[in-house]
């Protein structure tokens, strides 16, 4: 059905991604929403800078472990779709469908969600009533509530706009992209060096801790705030979808994705570096625009107002790129009947799939009314959930006499992918247990794949 080692030989696909190439494929895939909205939640759950770095870079060896691990499935089946392939050969047709599933609510529709709405908190800025914490009307309270405002409409409206030009083809949507990406890798750089070199900062308020808000444990709260750090890793498994096209796979992934994971690292840590240089964790907690405040407080309102408009900016990349991409695999999965076949239909004049671009919009728009702290604990327990399982899988394939292993993997095993497979599970239980509004609406749209899989499969 799909193919694995023996098959790559036949392949209409060119190896002709060095190392450079699949390590910038990696950094730009990573680098994403997280990192310029979840450092203030972390601080009011753990209270204490320091933790919140150590989450990170905790975060980063996770995310290595499965990048590493996501390689040597990527070797062995080069075949595009990703966990559907690994789950469908591994466990079965219903596995895959409901990765396809998750893949729609979970690993799009949520994060362009979440994305549109970090750039209404960046905007409001400059006009409060565009913030998420401004809302007019609620319906219900806390974790089950909806939320009407500003934000939900700067959101929804972003998500049109976009949803709309890529229904005209994906040339000019790759023009903005490239526009947007190298806005936000400017921001970046440009904010880190212009922070610590002339911003007007105090390394005290690195070491002074502020009030907890949560009634966790700090060991508890420790590792469901790596369900926030997942989400901004996210991405570490981009370069293994090429995998088909790297040259020397079996040494090029390991390393793109090691040396990405590090670069990434890097950024993030000297961000949440630069923030608590500039903010005083008090003021920072439950802050979605931290960037925007850490600007304000180094440079002053004016030139913080830059800063905010441009992190706004970087974030529309975000939104851009998991609106084109998105729809993409929910087509290549239609195809191969692991999602709705109106999915798999590309307009005849256009030549996109506006189907499944309109589908992924509409639900994108619905997931803005969910509180933002419930819908980025939703992405990260489903994604760590699926990708355990992907992770998991290799104990199975190795069984293989033809299965390619790869020296990264094997070394130590199963170190690498039991590391990833235990702290993935511990995540989800404490999920569960200490985060359950979020965690089991995931479980929930998990098993809602699984029925509807069920549902296809007696109809066909």
Not at 149 to 169: D, K, M, R, Y
Not at 240 to 259: C, F, K, N, S, W
Not at 361 to 381: E, H, R
Request: charged residues 10%; contains cysteine; hydrophobic residues 55%.
């Amino acid at each position: 059905m799909f193919p694995t080692t023996k098959a790559r030989s036949s392949s209409a696909l060119l190896r002709q991604l060095g190392l450079v190439s699949a390590t910038a494929l990696v950094v730009s895939n990573m680098i994403g929403t997280g990192i310029f909205t979840t450092t203030g939640f972390m601080v009011a759950d753990l209270g204490d800078a320091r933790l919140v770095l150590a989450v990170w870079f905790c975060g980063a060896l996770f995310a290595l472990c499965g990048a590493l691990s996501y390689s040597e499935l990527a070797v062995n089946f080069p075949s595009s779709g990703g966990e559907y392939v690994y789950l469908t050969l591994a466990f079965g047709p219903a596995w895959g469908f409901m990765s396809g599933w998750i893949s729609f609510f979970a690993g799009f529709s949520a994060p362009v969600a979440a994305a549109a709405l970090a750039v209404s908190d960046y905007l409001g800025y400059f006009n409060p009533a565009l913030r998420q914490a401004n809302e007019k009307w609620s319906i219900g309270s806390g974790a089950f509530s909806l939320r009407f405002g500003g934000a939900q409409f700067v959101a929804c409206s972003l998500i049109a706009v976009f949803t709309i030009i890529n229904f005209f083809g994906v040339k000019r949507v790759a023009r903005i992209q490239n526009a947007l990406t190298a806005t936000k890798l400017l921001v970046i750089g440009g904010l880190i060096v212009a922070g610590f070199t002339v911003g007007q900062g105090d390394w005290s308020h690195l070491w002074t801790p502020t009030t907890r808000t949560s009634s966790n444990p700090v060991p508890i709260a420790f590792v469901i705030s790596l369900l926030w750090v997942m989400v901004g890793y996210s991405g570490w498994n981009a370069a293994t979808y090429v995998g088909e096209e790297v040259r020397q796979p079996d040494r090029t992934l390991p390393l793109a994705l090691g040396i990405g994971t590090a670069i990434v690292t890097a950024a993030y840590l000297g961000l949440n570096l630069l923030f608590f240089y500039a903010t005083p964790l008090d003021k920072m907690k439950n802050v979605v625009a931290v960037g925007s405040m850490a600007a304000a407080d180094l440079f002053g309102p004016n030139i913080g107002g830059v800063f905010s408009a441009l992190m706004a900016v970087s974030l529309m990349s975000t939104v851009n790129a998991m609106v084109t991409i998105g729809p993409r695999v929910y087509y290549a999965m239609a195809h191969n009947n692991a999602f709705f076949r109106s999915a798999g239909v590309v307009h005849p004049r256009w030549h996109t799939p506006v189907n499944a671009i309109m589908m992924q919009g509409i639900c994108s728009a619905v997931m803005t009314l969910t509180p933002f702290p419930q819908l980025i604990i939703y992405i990260g327990f489903s994604l760590t959930f699926f990708t355990v399982m992907a992770v998991a899988s290799i104990f199975i394939f190795r069984r293989r006499a033809d299965w390619q292993k790869l020296r990264a993997v094997s070394f130590l095993f199963p170190l690498i992918p039991g590391a990833y497979i235990l702290v993935g599970a511990a995540m989800i239980l404490y999920g569960v247990i200490w985060a359950p509004a979020p965690s089991l609406a995931a479980l929930a749209t998990i098993l809602a794949g699984g029925l509807v899989y069920q549902l296809s499969a007696r109809a066909a």
